[in-house]
């Protein structure tokens, strides 16, 4: 077993000697978890706050994103509370505040859930092995590829899916954004700090995105649409030089120089951890009731794992929320604790003494 010191993701606050003092005072890692949160967006976050306050001591398992999508965002105007937060620094909050009811973080990705529980175990890529009573899925979802010649090639290449990450090396250059919903039009703003002109090129002749986004991008003088054309290469021996696009209306298919392809046709959900295992829609989502359970009781899911139509961060936030409300509620059930004003049994399976 590891020690508490072992977990600390360190602090986000810079506070890292105040943690390890703390992380020492809680001692040890339980031998059964009570909750490990697989995931670090939002929904994971706020889950390990809500949790932590329960004094169930979660152990969040970051994966290799940490932070999630909402990390590697520009600017959240629609957080409630917030005017304005760049997604990094909202990501931060959410963990330093989980940190300080005594959430602990570690940086590692789960492989293998084995189901057969509870307790559940999960295994780690950096070798460890856990066993939990309840386990919240918010792993996610990942940027959809466009899945055309000279992508994969010229990723990190002038191919991108992280403006934010990426966006500073293209000062004064010619950049495309793909995509047609709140992504690509708030990516393709933040660019134009930096790129002299960014083309957007959405496969139909209107926007998906919501109608403020639009209005601003509509404004912006660097900011170019191309209607109705899709990507059918992405072409350069190094890097990007050139894109072929095919005009879906008359269908003539043209290659354009461009220094940089900037991705944002949707995500999928980061679902390998639940192949075969718990049950999920035809869009690879898990599928969650009203309680966020999944279906093998005391696995909850919260996010866009399991979020295939609101996907804001707010949203995933809540989930997040419920999941661990309810994985409190379905462990009181394991102990054979009555969960205040709650009469109904959440946990099928109670756990050997
Ligand atoms: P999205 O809303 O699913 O939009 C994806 C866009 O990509 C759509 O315009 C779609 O075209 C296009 N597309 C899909 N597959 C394509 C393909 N193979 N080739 C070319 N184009 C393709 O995804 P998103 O923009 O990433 O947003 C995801 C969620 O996050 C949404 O709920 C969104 O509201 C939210 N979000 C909110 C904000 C904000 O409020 N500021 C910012 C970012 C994201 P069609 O329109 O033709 O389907």
Redesign the pocket.
């Known amino acids: 077993m590891l020690d508490g010191l072992s977990f600390n993701l360190g602090s986000a606050g810079g506070e890292e000697a105040v943690e390890e003092t703390q992380a020492a005072e809680r001692g040890p890692r339980p031998e059964i978890e009570n909750v490990i949160i697989v995931g670090s967006g939002p929904a994971g976050w706020s889950a390990a706050i809500y949790t932590a306050r329960a004094d169930l001591r979660p152990l969040l398992i970051t994966g290799n994103d940490v932070g999630g999508q909402i990390a590697l965002?520009t600017e959240v105007?629609?957080f409630p509370g917030f005017d304005s937060i760049q997604g990094p620094e909202l990501v931060e909050r959410m963990q330093r505040q989980a940190e300080r009811f005594g959430a602990e973080a570690l940086i590692d990705y789960v492989t293998e859930i084995d189901m057969a529980g509870p307790p559940f175990t999960v295994r780690t890529a950096g070798g460890l092995e856990f066993k939990a009573k309840s386990v919240i899925a918010a792993t996610g979802a990942s940027p959809?590829r466009?899945g055309v010649p000279g992508e994969e090639l010229l990723t990190g290449r002038g191919v991108s899916y992280c403006a934010t990450c990426d966006g500073f090396f293209f000062r004064n250059k010619d950049i495309m954004v793909?995509?047609?919903?709140?992504?690509?039009l708030?990516e393709a703003l933040f660019l134009t700090k930096f790129a002299a002109r960014v083309r957007i090129v959405?496969?139909?002749d209107q926007l998906?995105a919501?109608v403020t986004?639009q209005r601003r991008a509509q404004a912006n003088p660097k900011i170019e649409f191309v209607w109705n054309t899709?990507v059918t290469s992405i072409n350069g021996q190094n890097k990007v030089e050139t894109v072929t696009l095919r005009d879906l209306v008359t269908g003539e298919t043209y290659d354009t120089p461009t220094d940089g392809v900037f991705v944002?046709?949707?995500?999928l959900p980061n679902n390998e951890l639940f192949l075969g295992k718990l049950a999920l829609d035809e869009d690879g989502h898990l599928i969650t009731d009203k309680l966020m359970r999944t279906s093998v009781p005391g696995i909850f899911a919260a996010g866009e794992i399991q979020d295939h139509r609101?996907?804001?961060a707010a949203t995933s936030a809540g989930q997040g929320v419920a999941a661990a409300m309810e994985a409190e509620k379905y462990l009181a059930d394991l102990e054979d604790r009555t969960y205040p004003g709650d009469e109904g049994t959440h946990a099928e399976v109670k756990l050997a003494a």
């Open positions: 965002t105007e629609n959809r466009l793909i995509g047609g919903g709140d992504s690509a708030q959405h496969r139909r998906r919501g986004l899709v944002y046709i949707g995500h609101f996907k804001q």
